[in-house]
T-cell receptor
Framework: GQQLNQSPQSMFIQEGEDVSMNCTSS?????WLWYKQDPGEGPVLLIA?????ELTSNGRLTAQFGITRKDSFLNISASIPSDVGIYFC????????????FGKGTLLTVNP | NAGVTQTPKFQVLKTGQSMTLQCAQDMNHNSMYWYRQDPGMGLRLIYYSASEGTTDKGEVPNGYNVSRLNKREFSLRLESAAPSQTSVYFC??????????FGEGSWLTVV
């Protein structure tokens, strides 16, 4: 099946720093999604990307759909303590509009 | 806004017992999903319902059954629980595409 490689697995940063994480795939995707999960909660949708090359922002978060359709990255600027959590990428190919493939997640820790 | 609501939040079952996880969404979404989340395995699709009246298997359907009761509700049933089904279960929904929205999760332990 399709697999997503998400990196890094974990990050420890200081408050105020910028963060970058990415996902790569061996397959082409038509949709890329980024989610954040807090402990004990369900994943919350942060950004959805639908076109190759698309760059979308949501506050301090920016995500891009790679031109090759095989990768995506998420940047967080000026991190704050509440950014702590697990960030997941997810992708879908055109042949399976109802089946997302998820990355294993990036655990972000922000030191105040 | 309730979004996707699932019950129960926590449940402990004995091996062989049955139970049903309930899920309801109030966003008038067409598609609904059940995922399980396990350490090191990420989120895996169990079953999905593209529209009312249809259900399809996902990546890990064995040991589960689902019912799309109406447009709002999608239940997941474990007929004979096994320890391997200890997991966190998430219901989710989407309007048309795969931009899905998750519920808060149900923590299930099978002893």
């Amino acid at each position: 099946g399709q697999q997503l490689n998400q990196s890094p697995q974990s990050m420890f940063i200081q408050e105020g720093e910028d963060v970058s994480m990415n996902c790569t795939s061996s397959s082409i995707f038509n949709t890329w999604l980024w989610y954040k999960q807090d402990p004990g909660e369900g994943p919350v949708l942060l950004i959805a990307l639908y076109k190759a090359g698309e760059l979308t922002s949501n506050g301090r978060l920016t995500a891009q759909f790679g031109i090759t359709r095989k990768d995506s990255f998420l940047n967080i600027s000026a991190s704050i303590p509440s950014d702590v959590g697990i960030y997941f990428c997810a992708g879908a190919s055109g042949g399976s509009n109802y089946k997302l493939t998820f990355g294993k997640g990036t655990l972000l820790t922000v030191n105040p | 806004n309730a979004g996707v609501t699932q019950t129960p939040k926590f449940q402990v079952l004995k091996t062989g017992q049955s139970m049903t996880l309930q899920c309801a969404q109030d966003m008038n979404h067409n598609s609904m999903y059940w995922y399980r989340q396990d350490p090191g395995m990420g989120l895996r699709l169990i079953y999905y319902s593209a529209s009312e009246g249809t259900t399809d298997k996902g990546e890990v359907p064995n040991g589960y059954n689902v019912s799309r009761l109406n447009k709002r509700e999608f239940s997941l049933r474990l007929e004979s629980a096994a320890p391997s089904q200890t997991s966190v279960y998430f219901c989710a929904s989407s309007l048309r595409d795969v931009t899905i929205y998750f519920g808060e999760g149900s923590w299930l332990t099978v002893v």
